[in-house]
């Protein structure tokens, strides 16, 4: 074809048009692509990219971190930083609240004009209002409505408030226990903001279930928006509740290891069960805080023995096993949250934890103790869990850990993947390979440098995978 002078011209200029559209067409179908993916939850991208159903559940596991954020978090805090630094308080504020937002959440809601920004933001059961303004910021949560003022309920809230760093327990207009924090703005720099944001959301979702099961003559005020989960997941979580501690209790009771003897192999298999339960069913209330007080109970320095440990968990899963279906049922729901609990740390810290425990497998292993050696990388996975927001690739292949141990509770809730058939014992090896491939290559672009030996696996039995799984972790290269 041959184009002349101005049409030479034209025809190249249309050429460069239509390249850029494409191109951005195409920049922007893979943002969205890879924004939906990194947006959906573990289990359910799992599903996915083992390709058995286009069926994939969304089922809320393990407790909330706000340490993975997106380059827009990050982006957001450093120009809150600057506009901060400028004297731009309201500007610098409404960056703030988007480094804060998190969209699968929807946890952060704010509106601003020329003299304030209104916010308020979610965590757990609770809703946390605020307003900032040229001059002053002020944060408030209600916690609970005493019916009358109790003597032992302002005691309890005055010395809580010698704990406090940054807010403090008070009584609203209304009468309402609530925690406040409040600054001038010119001292209110986002660094100084997120502390007490999340001093007081946590203090405020926590303590509400603290003092009511304190004080009973106090009205529980849930003012933050819940999600109702539909009753077959429900009825799946609560038998898988029940069931496991009755199984773990069976265990324990007809054990070959004398439990007196030896009371380290039954911590594990209590410690593997309560994080187990925790990250699993998510749960809310009364059982969250159970296994929260068995965790406090157990690393606490209060001298009592390890076998006094274990028995005083046994009772508290004596507790939870007696509970009715029902009051199971009232406390399954799935919250909004803005601030995590569990510390974020390095890949050496899993490293060193995993270097710590997993030898003490050896010997149970050697000694037929199947149960007992399972459970330790079980609690490994569990604890890390529990604790910790490691980087995103390590967390990710705990997660997976799971998904291959406990088929039959993901089947139930209608995943669709197959790591493991305990009918017959066998570890399909490929799909678990594939899946530890798949986790590598998500996370190529933070850790461009990312490797996992999966062919050092070991798929003769479970516990024999459980051990190289860890060890494979504890070997990742690349973080």
Known sequence: MIVSGGNNRRYRFCVRITRVVITQGIYLTIKAIANEWSNMRFFDRLARMMGKSNHVPMIKMGRYSDAYKHPGNYAAWESALALFDEGKYLDAYSRFLEYLRDPVEDNVRYSCNEETVHFELFQGSKRVIGTAGAHKVRVEAKIARPQELLVGLMHSLVE???????????LDGDGDVCIIFDSFTLDGSPYKLYHALKELASNADKLDDLLLDEFSRLQKISDAPIEEIPLAEKE??????????????????????????YPGAYAYLLLHLMYKLDYLTEPQGVMMETLERMHRIFFSSDGKSPIEKNRILDKELDGLVARTRDLYFKEMYNVRCTFGITTPVHHERIVHFIEAELPNMDWYLDNGH???????????????????????????LLQLFYAVTEPKYFADLGYTFVFYSPDTRVLHARAIKKAVAQIIEENRIAFPKLRAASDSLNFVSLSAFAKSFLLMIKDLQGL
């Open 370 to 396: 199947e149960a007992i050696a399972l459970a330790i990388p079980g609690y490994i996975v569990g604890y890390s869990l529990f604790n910790y927001a490691p980087p995103r690739p390590v967390k990710n």
């Open 236 to 261: 799946v979580k609560y038998r898988f509740v029940v069931g496991e501690i009755q199984k773990t209790k069976a265990a324990m009771e007809d054990g070959p290891v004398n439990k007196s003897q």
């Open 160 to 170: 809580k408030n010698y704990a406090l760093k940054f807010c403090r327990f008070a």
